[in-house]
T-cell receptor, first 116, second 114 residues
């Protein structure tokens, strides 16, 4: 149980285009989902926390207009990287919390984004 | 505020040798502590977690960690390294109420030499 999927697993796009990444909780309802970014050989940096049906809470330094997060249902959250640039190339990981405790997170397999 | 420090960005051990990955935390409230493993181009897998029950926590794949409040440490150990243990390991901390997201350390890359 507690499986989280991400789609796509990797994507290559041209600079200036937008890319949408989906995060799904397959066998549980996720009241809270998290989006992380991980640069090569570095740790996970929390980008934003999203609760179903409400606006995401972004961490300091993360541009909310560039990284659009939608959490429309209890099993799906999407991250859209708008007008992507090469510096946005990274590994994006989502996680989902099944209950009130935000530390009980289940992680997706990640999405590798490469912007040319 | 909470933080995690992982000593050593890279640890190399011989197959069959003891694995010791160090993690020290800082927290103004009683912490929950976690160790995750990440294989290349994959997400994170939970190895074990400390949630204020037993101070010695046993996890998957033969790993265990001991919570030492006096040393603010939560080091990860495995008696005998296997080639398949080669991966990136992250220590993370959160508050016990679960009101805040996880805070991760910078990670330690474990290499296992045949």
């Amino acid at each position: 149980g507690a499986v989280v999927s991400q789609h796509p697993s990797w994507v290559i796009c041209k600079s200036g285009t937008s890319v949408k990444i989906e995060c799904r909780s397959l066998d549980f309802q996720a009241t809270t989902m998290f989006w992380y970014r991980q640069f090569p050989k570095q740790s996970l940096m929390l980008m934003a926390t999203s609760n179903e049906g409400s606006k995401a809470t972004y961490e300091q330094g993360v541009e909310k207009d560039k990284f659009l997060i939608n959490h429309a249902s209890l099993t799906l959250s999407t991250l859209t990287v708008t007008s992507a640039h090469p510096e946005d190339s990274s590994f994006y990981i989502c996680s989902a919390a099944s209950g009130r405790a935000l530390n009980e997170q289940f992680f997706g397999p990640g999405t590798r984004l490469t912007v040319l | 505020a909470q933080s995690v420090t992982q000593l050593g960005s890279h640890v190399s051990v011989s197959e069959g040798a003891l694995v010791l990955l160090r993690c020290n935390y800082s927290s103004s409230v009683p912490p929950y502590l976690f160790w995750y493993v990440q294989y290349p181009n994959q997400g994170l897998q939970l190895l074990l977690k400390y949630t204020s029950a037993a101070t010695l926590v046993k996890g998957i794949n033969g790993f265990e960690a001991e919570f030492k409040k006096s040393e603010t440490s939560f080091h990860l150990t495995k008696p005998s390294a296997h080639m398949s243990d080669a991966a990136e390991y992250f220590c993370a901390v959160s508050d016990t109420a679960g009101n805040t997201p996880l805070v991760f350390g910078k990670g330690t890359r474990l290499s296992v030499i045949a």
